[in-house]
């Protein structure tokens, strides 16, 4: 106990250990210690969903907890979903549908909607509006990001029934 | 909009979360799901010497049914209260009131201990705990204790919690059988209630209700149980007349104040509408 802590944690699936100041948020965590800039902020009081991360495979908002509270856990940032060189198909399909303007909510519905496919969910419509309310988009409106999303979550569904 | 310097502490057992508590004096904090903690932090309108992390105490988010009652931990998560099926066939009410909450992320971390100590007037999970008339059980180093809801909640923000006690369980009276409906008026969707109406009744064969239950969201410095239009609603077949009458108590027991989402005027006016709505689904309900 101290007013700094160690914290080990797997982010992308990648090992690191840092000392911080045990009031460091999540967010500036990745942001600051680890130099992993995807993960945006916001309104840094829960509200608008830009810094939305995977907590063990669970959307959660990074700026609502302590980067010590993450210690053992496994994050997912959006720099974890393209492989070398190739978008995500979650990527792929916010590019085919222009589902981003300037881009600052995008890393936050990107993994909001890999949870969904994660959990074999394919929803669309006001279902997945539903769904998808804790991430705010000021410039798009929202209908190509909810297109983007219900045709990767079709696709993912395709996927599993396929392979 | 950044946290004060503070010291934190992970407690592995409800002992030592206690004896932190103790040790810091009353100037530390539980730290649950942090969907309303942490924000106070960063905002700096709480600045503790310490949080102490309850995340990792062992078994305190489990849900368990029995005795005639349903248990929930302190630490159970909302998302963990959505998928339990003892909670939809049980404790219908609050399966009914959790998607009200905020959103899936918010969801996926916030707790029902934590909403209850934060004890928001809005609050759609002490809704609940006041509607059925839950008890709450509490720990401190001096041992056990329980209240009911009503005692607990004392005012806006304000819990009769001591604050080198821990909220343990939550024990909703088994409604197995029951219906229920939750209408809330809000100014966006999964934003906090403008007002909330919750009403929960076990239906009888011959057409009436055994017992109804209302609820009532953000027209007082706590949320109230409806106790007198409740009551008279007790035998009857909730006909447009019964509905009425409830509807009216229900305004005599609410002392709504103005605030950034609504005047006290305004929430005057609803409130009515909402319960007659509520108690219309209700009764829809069995047909
Ligand atoms: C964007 C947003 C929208 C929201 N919308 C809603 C909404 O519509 N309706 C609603 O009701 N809430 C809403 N909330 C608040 C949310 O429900 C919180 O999860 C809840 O109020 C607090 O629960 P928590 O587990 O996150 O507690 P924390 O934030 O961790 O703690 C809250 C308080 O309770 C104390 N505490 C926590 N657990 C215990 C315990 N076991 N014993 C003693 N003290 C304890 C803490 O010390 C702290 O003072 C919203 C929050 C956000 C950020
Ligand atoms: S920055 Fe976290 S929700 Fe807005
Ligand atoms: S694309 Fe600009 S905020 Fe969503």
Redesign the pocket.
Known sequence: MSARVTVALRVNGRAYERVVESRRLLVDFLRHELQLHGTHVGCE???CGACTVLLDGEPVKSC?MLAPQAHGHSITTVEGLAGRGELHAVQQAFRDAHALQCGYCTPGFLLAAVALADHGVALEGAALREELAGNLCRCTGYQNIVEAIERYLRQAAGGRRDG | MKPAPLEYLAAATAEEALAALARFDGNA???????????LLSMRLLRPTAVID?NGIRGLDRIAAGDGVVRIG??ARYSALQASAVIRERVPLLAKAVP????RQ?RN???L???L??A?P????ALCAVTLVARLRIVGRAGRRELDAEAFFQGPYTTA?EPT????AVEFPDGAGAEAVVVEHARRH????VVSVAATGLPAPDGSWRWIRIGLGAVADRARYARRASEGLAGTRLQPADVEAAAARCLEDAEPAADVRASAEYRRHLLPILVERALGELARRRR
């Open positions: 009081q829960g509200v609502l | 904090r539980l730290l649950a799901g942090g969907q309303s903690l942490v924000p309850i302190a630490l009200f909450v905020g959103d918010i971390r916030g707790t201990g934590g909403a100590c934060h928001d809005a609050g759609e999970m919690l006690e821990m909220l343990e999964g934003d906090f209630a």
